[in-house]
């Protein structure tokens, strides 16, 4: 080889030392200059935070601190939790950058037995109990210059999709500790109040619904009188009209405007409800409907008057007693609603596992309205529901009749919903007068049209509202305890706490799933445990084998000379045999732990010497690909 071929050699060796090191030095480089930022090729920017969550972020008037918990030590050999708390880590950091400063986080690893630990317990974290008897921590903590305190006491990850939502939420909680008002309409004694007992034709109290009850604990409650309002308080966050009946102009003026004008409306409209009874069994069920044709022929929705919707494959059942003796019958019309049911991607319905309706109206489009409002559906039939009409029901309460007279149908109905898009108002010629002829408000205020898109929530039932679809209570020793048979309660209370928030906080929806599950690491822990399952049942046989013999052998022994029973040679062979068994078993289990956490721990190398080497390698090789390629051309 000549002196020239040489030092072309050496250069070419020294070049590719020299791009490895500048390759590596520049991962340093931007490792450390550009550690937050991120390239999000993801479908739907999974890992980038909305515009709605960025705002939040910036909303706090001081800053705020958050506190992540996560016991990192613990979590390790569980790569679903390191990945999740990983996930939420990252994001938690996206929240603090983009707020401007006014977002402090700290990362937290409680320590068992440590004053990190003590702290993350008196805050109001739920520890993951470990087999090893310690607790592992994947919980937030935020605070605010008040005093006021947020928890998520533990990240879920079953309930990934609603990870933005849920730390959004408590930092817009943090940033107006303010209660927010919820304001309610409704000839529904929601509060308490008497009702007549039809036998004594009596007085008697009843007590305020619990969903009210709930309500109440978290927000601050204000009922408004229908036949007074022209206009809703401006420090209303959330409107809640219940079963309105016959209400006046003014107050469906107050409606509208307060709708218009970006105000919340939660709308429980119901074809009849059961709820509103005058103490007798017999109430003719034309009293029982509520309706606002004249806003909701304004929104281009309907709920159908005189017919209701009905699910055999969702109906629950009841106890028949009209032919004298105790029946268990599916009454079509009441439904218990599952998962399948609900839209597992609105903040709303997302986390609700089941909600009870009884005797529900259903909404749909008018066709051929013009401008009307978009409907999401939140609540929904199975595709064999169909119509049931409200005089099948008759004066005689018979549900094994009508579930026998009941047709399936092929169709959907949509029991409650979100609408959403811009409405025009319900007075076009203005505002109503009072007796006096003035108009009920200043016309030059009056909205003729949203001024962005409406938030309205509308159930096609206000029974869903009622305490016994969704708790029973039991009264013992005078303490009322309350068993939960339905998420009622809670679908109502996420439907108010997601109208409270801002507006960015009820645009963000739910994020799909992000997380993937380790299928090779799934698959090798999966033989092993085939392998213990296998070691285990034949230690078990040995076992059960060798207890025969010794049987059979004791059977057949001696006794000593001072009468006691003394093992044979034979048996004292048979027992040192098994326990040899045994140790060799145990090895072998303890050989298999050993090389599954072996596989686990050679996988996550490999794929971290493919991430780390993969890039810098195919450079490397298409540097030296080009090189030879321009020197065959010389």
Known sequence: MSETDMQRKFGLILAVLLAITALLAVNVVVGRLARNAKLDLTQGKQFTL????????????EPIKLAFYYSQKLAQGAPD?????????????????????????????????????????ESGLRGIPMPTGESLYLGLVGTNTIDSREVIPIFDPTKERFLEYDISRLISSLA?????????????????????????????PTRQWQVIDEIKQLYTVRKLDPATIVEIPSDVNVLMVVHPKSLNEGALLAIDQFVLKGGRLMLFIDPLCEAD????????????????????????????????????????????????????????????????????????TGQVQAV???????????DGAANGLTIEPLLQT??????????????????????????????????AARLTGVAKTAFPDGPPT??????????????KQSTGPVNVLLFADADVMRDDMWVQAQNIMGTRLLNRIANNGDMILAAVDN????????????????????????????????????????????????????????????????????????????????????????????????????????????????????????????????????????
């Open 499 to 634: 109208f409270s928030g801002s507006s960015d906080l009820i645009q963000i929806r739910a994020r799909q799933q992000t997380s993937r599950p380790f299928t090779k690491v799934q698959e090798i822990q999966r033989l092993a445990e085939q392998q213990y399952q296998k070691e285990e049942v034949r230690l078990t046989t040995e076992l059960q084998e060798t207890q025969q013999r010794i049987a059979e052998l004791q059977g057949q022994r001696g006794d000593d000379k001072s009468g006691g029973l003394v093992l044979t040679g034979e048996q004292q062979e048979e027992i040192k045999k098994f326990r040899t068994k045994v140790a060799e078993t145990r090895k072998k289990l303890r050989e298999v732990k050993f090389n599954l956490r072996k596989d686990i721990d050679d996988l996550g190398t490999t794929l971290k010497w493919i991430n780390i080497a993969a890039v810098p390698l195919g450079v490397i090789g298409a540097a030296i690909v080009i090189g030879l390629i321009r020197r065959t051309r010389k």
């Open 81 to 121: 939790v390191q990945s999740y708390a990983k996930r939420i880590g990252e994001m938690l950091e996206q929240y603090a950058n983009a707020s401007g400063g006014k977002i402090q986080l700290e990362q937290i690893d409680p320590q068992p037995d440590s004053e990190a630990e003590d702290r993350a317990v």
């Open 434 to 447: 009072n007796a006096d002829g003035k108009p009920m408000i200043d016309p030059t205020t009056m909205l």
């Open 277 to 348: 009874s005058d103490g007798t069994p017999w109430q003719d069920n034309s009293t029982r409907v509520s309706e606002l044709p004249r806003l909701m022929d304004a929104w281009g929705i309907n709920i159908p008057q005189g017919v209701l919707a009905g699910d055999q494959d969702l109906a629950l059942p009841v106890i028949d007693q009209s032919r004298g003796q105790r029946e268990q019958v599916p009454y079509v019309v009441w439904m218990g609603l599952r998962q399948k049911q609900m839209n597992r991607e609105d903040a709303v």
């Open 356 to 366: 009870n309706m009884a005797t529900s109206g259903f909404i749909e489009k008018v």
């Open 50 to 61: 909305t515009s709605g969550s960025r705002s939040i972020a910036k909303s706090p008037p």
């Open 382 to 415: 199975t595709n064999a529901a169909n119509v049931v009409s409200i005089a099948q029901l008759g004066t005689q309460w018979n549900p094994k009749k009508l579930f026998s007279e009941f047709v399936p149908g092929k169709s959907e109905l949509v029991l």
């Open 176 to 204: 107006n500790p303010k209660k927010p008002v919820v304001a309610w309409i409704s000839p529904l004694q929601l509060e308490g109040g008497y009702t007549t007992n039809f036998r004594t034709r009596q007085p008697e």
